[in-house]
């Protein structure tokens, strides 16, 4: 069975760019979710997809970024445009079952804005 | 807002060695309690978890964990560490109100 996967796995970009990072969760998994981490700190939650539609977008840190779920398959997060303090690892997870299941991660994307 | 405070950022043992890692959350509610590692270029991998019963649960590699609520702590233990173990650890708590939250990690190494 296929895991969890990101594209890229690596983004350079200069400020004021725009990236889309890409999530293909585990077929079949309803649940998706993205995380970020910055420096070495906690992997902080950003949003949770069922199927299509947004569970929970509260750790989405402003309006320059913006998920999608088209269809309920894949993921795309988009940032527009891309500030210095957006750099990190940005990881997906998904999970068949939202109570608390275990959630499978990708590799991650590590962005890095200049 | 719920936090995971993880007590160590970075441990260094010698193999054979026990190890604790340190996990406290702030939570007052139903939790779901659960370690991550993610080994040099690998994807975070669930360790074990923690849902209801035997608060002293056993995960993958002879790890465990205890959960004791009234101290609001979920310690990671293994006895006797292997090199292979240097990996990342992280503590995850999923509460009944949707969210999940981790801590920021914790690096072990061990030394062969």
């Known amino acids: 069975e296929a895991g969890v996967t990101q594209f890229p796995s690596h983004s350079v970009i200069e400020k004021g760019q725009t990236v889309t990072l890409r999530c293909d969760p585990i077929?079949?998994?309803?649940?998706l979710y993205w995380y970020r981490r910055v420096m070495g700190k906690e992997i902080k939650f950003l949003l949770h997809?069922?199927?299509?539609?947004?569970?929970?977008e509260s750790g989405m840190p402003n309006n320059r970024f913006l998920a999608e779920r088209t269809g309920g398959t894949y993921s795309t997060l988009k940032v527009q445009p891309a500030e210095l303090e957006d750099s990190g690892v940005y990881f997906c997870a998904s999970s068949q079952t939202r109570q608390g299941d275990e959630q499978f991660f990708g590799p991650g994307t590590r962005l890095t804005v200049l | 807002a719920q936090s995971v405070s993880q007590h160590n950022h970075h441990v260094i043992l010698s193999e054979a060695a026990s190890l604790e890692l340190g996990c406290n959350y702030s939570?007052?509610?139903?939790?779901?309690l659960f370690w991550y590692v993610q080994y040099p270029g690998q994807h975070l991998q669930l360790l074990l978890k923690?849902?209801?019963?035997?608060?002293l649960v056993k995960g993958i590699k002879g790890f465990e964990a205890e959960f004791i609520k009234s101290k609001f702590s979920f310690n990671l233990r293994k006895p006797s560490v292997q090199w292979s173990d240097t990996a990342e650890y992280f503590c995850a708590v999923y509460t009944n109100a949707g969210k999940s939250t981790f801590g920021d990690g914790t690096t072990l190494t061990v030394k062969p």
């Open positions: 997809f069922v199927k299509e539609s947004k569970q929970d």
């Open positions: 923690y849902f209801s019963g035997d608060p």
């Open positions: 939570y007052g509610g139903t939790v779901n």
């Open positions: 077929s079949g998994h309803d649940n």
